[in-house]
């Protein structure tokens, strides 16, 4: 099976400025989740979605960050505007319909603010 | 932070060796989950062990769990240089929501 795809790979902006992520999880895969991971550190919930309903946004800044999954299916994560903070890899993961199990996750983007 | 805490940051070993890590985590959990992360790239899962179990195997890798002191451990036998990656705990609680570790930087040498 295809694995979670995310694009672009990486992003250099300047701060204030506005940046989106795609992604495309695992076919079938009704959870779809938001990660950023700081270097150094392990990977931070942002938001997770359950088919195109937010289920937790909680750790997510939302006066600058925003996210959607229409369809049920794609994901795009946008940061408008960008602060020097938010240099980090952005990891896109999936899982199927049960409760609790293993996440799949994409390659990230890596994003770098100037 | 609700984030986890392992021990140590980083280890380095020897092919052939046997590795570690140590992981502590901060409230109850469902589920325990190991991650594997190369450099660059996405977190890969290695094994996942339920709070009623206290011990799994898969493959190489062996993983102990002590919800008593809230902590699990991840062992690797026979490290080849390819175990080379950061290794993350993951609990899961009753938010189905994975709360990571810190990591574990493993670098196997030839």
């Known amino acids: 099976e295809a694995g979670v795809a995310q694009s672009p790979r990486y992003k250099i902006i300047e701060k204030r400025q506005s940046v989106a992520f795609w992604c495309n999880p695992i076919s079938g895969h009704a959870t779809l989740y938001w990660y950023q991971q700081i270097l150094g550190q392990g990977p931070k919930l942002l938001i997770q979605?359950?088919?195109?309903?937010?289920?937790?946004d909680s750790q997510l800044p939302k006066d600058r960050f925003s996210a959607e999954r229409l369809k049920g299916v794609d994901s795009t994560l946008k940061i408008q505007p960008a602060k020097l903070e938010d240099s980090a890899v952005y990891l896109c993961?999936?899982?199927?319909?049960?409760?609790?199990?293993?996440?799949?996750f994409g390659d990230g983007t890596r994003l770098s603010i100037l | 932070s609700q984030q986890g805490e392992e021990d140590p940051q980083a280890l380095s070993i020897q092919e052939g060796e046997n590795a570690t890590m140590n992981c502590s985590y901060k409230t109850s959990i469902n589920n325990l989950q190991w991650y594997r992360q190369n450099s660059g790239r996405g977190l890969v899962h290695l094994i996942l062990i339920r709070s009623n179990e206290r011990e799994k195997h898969s493959g190489r890798l062996r993983v102990t769990l002590d919800t008593s002191k809230k902590s699990s451990s991840l062992l690797i036998t026979a490290s080849r240089a390819a175990d080379t990656a950061s290794y993350f705990c993951a609990s899961l609680g009753n938010t189905d929501k994975l709360i990571f570790g810190t990591g574990t930087r493993l670098q196997v040498f030839p």
């Open positions: 993961a999936s899982s199927s319909q049960r409760v609790g199990q293993p996440q799949h």
């Open positions: 979605f359950q088919n195109n309903g937010v289920v937790d």
